[in-house]
């Protein structure tokens, strides 16, 4: 019988922890807070931007919202970015992804402090864990690893198969796996024998962004299979990039979707808000 990693219940064990951090904080005077910038009005953005929010409050975490219009500038994305940078009572500033299309998202990256950079992506944050110095990490893939790891799940010496290589999910991932000294294969759109090179797994990770792609073919007897895909199909119903029903029964451990990765993203960024604080 296979183990179903629930992140629900692990997210919520997190944020519960992140209470207790952010009370000791308050009782020292310090107050962790949050700026959340969204440019324009993407449902799925305003969506992610709203539990954020209710995430923060859960947890005590102040959160300020920038709600711009559509036809900000770069330059005054850049100046209020600029300002947040400055201003001491911020820990952390989020921007929310993806952007209008006249705004270069990179240049927007590159102009949050490392220091405030809760969700990881600044170059500096990413050559941090590239070479294994303290820095904020992804969302996703540091969230994939607590999951792995409050599930009891062994990832030392373990063969482990990231198929996604995208700067905030697969590049992330495979460095994170190899820090907590994984073997690690990264395999994108081009790997020849997907196949084969995914059965290879003990811990087989996908981020690919297509549903069910993954069926019971690509994974190993007993393996350990983390989803982080996730599609609404016709009629509503949430699904991932593994095809659930035909690949459960052949592993050890899996992730559902929804249910699994997708809560821990955001008590991630919580997490680095009140790393952040401290
Ligand atoms: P992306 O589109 O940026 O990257 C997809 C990667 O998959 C690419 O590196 C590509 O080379 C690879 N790929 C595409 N087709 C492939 C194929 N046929 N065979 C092998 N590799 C292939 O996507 P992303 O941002 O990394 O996200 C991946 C999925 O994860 C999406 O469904 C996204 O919605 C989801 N996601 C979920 C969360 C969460 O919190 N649960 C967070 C981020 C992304």
Redesign the pocket.
Known sequence: MYQIIDGKAISTQLKDELKERVSALKEQGKQPCLAVILVGEDPASTVYVGNKKKACEYIGIKSLSYELPESTTQEELLALIGKLNDDDSVNGILVQLPLPKHIDEDAVIQAISPKKDVDGFHPQSVGALCIGQPGFVS??PA?IIELLKRSNIEIAGKECVV????????KPMSLLMLRENATVTI?????RD?KEVARRADILI??????K?ITAEYVKEGAVVID????RLEGKKLC??VDFDDVAPHTSAITP?PG???????AMLMKNCVDAGE
């Open positions: 969302c996703t969230g198929i996604g290589r995208s700067n905030i999910v697969g395999c994108h759109s081009k790997t997907l996908v981020a690919i962004g297509k549903p792609m982080v895909g996730i599609h991932g990039d979707v699994g990765v997708g809560p821990m993203t955001i």
